[in-house]
């Protein structure tokens, strides 16, 4: 079966732990991995999957050219590159086209990192121009860290603004469209044309009534599996991917990986 992991992240080598401690301390979360290359190839080995989307994340705009010119510089034919971008980035333009003079044709945006809301049109609304005309795909984290706040900087509804305003924009929203926020998914999101989904982060949280309904609405089509390497464990998400009792063989095959293998491979968005 074709597995492809749709979100993952991994970091320099000499950097990685401290990255992970960082981050692990920050939103207390546990990791399942050293996030590095050599880890993620290792782990996707033990679980059969082909090609693993590496997100990008750059908590400030003076971090984006360095790590773009990392990920620029890793060589390895199994991943699917995602750069980071920041919205208040002065050489905006610049950096999506050096990307994408690269073969980078996605952006990873976390605005719980970055410091700015999905929808503050004024700081967000010319990065999405932007995406949109070079037909460059975003990736957003969607929902709580781990859990919602108030102050929750991406949430579906938002994302929802997003796509309507922008509906020649391909949008992938993490965590089945909004962690810990699935209500909102099923109530606003799902179904909405330009927007696509991948698991992470959902499996052993969401009431299986709750996936199967956004699910259906949405259309498994236009779902991707994925972990969140290295903040959530591959082999346990494969493994509940693959008995998830209301999708047919058929479906879960999609879902694994077909989906992402057509918009991220046979379409010719990006590969290494």
């Known amino acids: 079966m074709l597995i492809i992991d749709a979100h993952t992240h991994i970091f320099p080598d000499d950097s990685a732990a401290r990255i992970l401690e960082n981050t692990s301390k920050t939103?207390?979360?546990?990791?399942?991995?050293?996030?590095?290359?050599?880890?993620?190839?290792?782990?996707?080995?033990?679980?059969?999957?082909?090609?693993?989307?590496?997100?990008?994340?750059?908590?400030?705009?003076?971090?984006?050219?360095?790590?773009?010119?990392?990920?620029?510089?890793?060589?390895?034919?199994?991943?699917?590159?995602?750069?980071?971008?920041?919205?208040?980035?002065?050489?905006?333009?610049?950096?999506?086209?050096?990307?994408?003079?690269?073969?980078?044709?996605?952006?990873?945006?976390?605005?719980?990192?970055?410091?700015?809301?999905?929808?503050?049109?004024?700081?967000?609304?010319?990065?999405?121009?932007?995406?949109?005309?070079?037909?460059?795909?975003?990736?957003?984290?969607?929902?709580?860290?781990?859990?919602?706040?108030p102050h929750n900087r991406s949430k579906p509804h938002m994302i929802l603004s997003v796509a309507k305003d922008f509906p020649e924009l391909k949008i992938i929203a993490a965590h089945l469209g909004g962690n810990n926020m699935w209500d909102s998914v099923y109530d606003l999101l799902a179904g909405t044309e330009n927007v696509y989904m991948e698991t992470s982060l959902s499996y052993e949280k969401i009431a299986p009534n709750l996936a199967q309904n956004i699910l259906k609405k949405h259309g498994h089509n236009k779902i991707f599996f994925g972990t969140d390497y290295p903040f959530a464990p591959i082999n346990k998400s494969v493994k509940i991917a693959q008995a998830v009792p209301f999708l047919n063989n058929k479906e879960k095959e999609e879902i694994l990986g077909r989906n992402a293998f057509q918009f991220f491979l046979a379409s010719g968005l990006q590969q290494t």
Not at 27 to 56: E, R, S, W
């Open 27 to 149: 939103f207390n979360v546990p990791t399942y991995g050293k996030g590095t290359a050599a880890d993620l190839l290792a782990q996707m080995d033990d679980n059969g999957i082909t090609c693993a989307v590496i997100h990008m994340v750059s908590p400030t705009q003076a971090g984006v050219q360095p790590a773009n010119t990392w990920l620029i510089n890793l060589k390895q034919d199994r991943f699917i590159k995602f750069g980071t971008i920041h919205p208040l980035l002065k050489n905006l333009s610049h950096e999506l086209d050096r990307l994408q003079d690269h073969n980078i044709n996605g952006v990873k945006l976390q605005p719980e990192v970055q410091g700015f809301t999905v929808d503050d049109s004024t700081i967000t609304y010319p990065l999405y121009e932007a995406l949109a005309k070079r037909q460059m795909t975003v990736m957003f984290h969607v929902g709580g860290n781990p859990k919602p706040t």
